[in-house]
C-alpha cells in the first residue's frame, strides 16, 4: 500500500484552503484520509503587528509528519516545499544543486568537444 502525503483542498471558489493528509495513493483527492497532520492558507495576510512581509499560515503537527516519514510516506513535490521550509527533508531543488549540474553538464560537453577536436586533429595527420 502505497501512502502519499498531499494537500486536500477546501475552502471556497478563488480562495482555497488546504488540509495536508496523509493518505493511500489512488484515493481522490478529497476522500477521507488516512490522517490529518495540518493545514495550509496559501492567501498572503497582514502581519499581525507593525511592518513587515506578508505570510502564509502553514500548521503542521511535525511529529506526525516525522513519523509518516519514517514509515516511509513520499510527499507530494507542494508538500515536500512546505516540509523543506520548516526543516524535516532536504530540499529536493535548490539553486545550488541546479547550478552545479549546470557546471558538471557544460564541463562534460566541454570534454566531449574536445576529445571530438582531437579526434579531427589524428585523422587529419
Known amino acids: ?3 502519499k502525503i498531499r494537500l486536500a483542498r477546501f475552502g471556497k471558489a478563488n480562495a482555497p484552503f488546504y488540509n495536508i493528509v496523509v493518505a493511500n495513493a ?26 513587515g512581509k506578508p505570510y502564509k499560515d502553514i500548521k503542521l503537527d511535525s511529529a506526525r509528519a516525522k513519523y509518516w516519514l519514517g ?29 552545479q549540474q549546470l557546471r558538471a553538464a557544460a564541463g562534460v560537453g566541454q570534454a566531449a568537444t574536445e576529445t571530438k577536436n582531437l579526434r579531427m586533429d589524428e585523422g587529419t595527420t
Do not use: C, H
Not at 71 to 93: C, F, H, N, S
Open 1 to 3: 500500500m502505497v501512502v
Open 26 to 51: 489512488r484515493t481522490a483527492r478529497n476522500s477521507k484520509p488516512l490522517e490529518v497532520i495540518g493545514t495550509y492558507d496559501p492567501i498572503p495576510k497582514p502581519p499581525s503587528y507593525g511592518d
Open 71 to 99: 514509515v516511509g510516506a513520499q510527499p507530494t513535490d507542494p508538500v515536500w516545499r512546505m516540509l523543506a521550509m520548516i526543516g524535516l527533508m532536504e530540499p529536493k531543488y535548490s539553486i545550488t544543486k541546479a547550478q
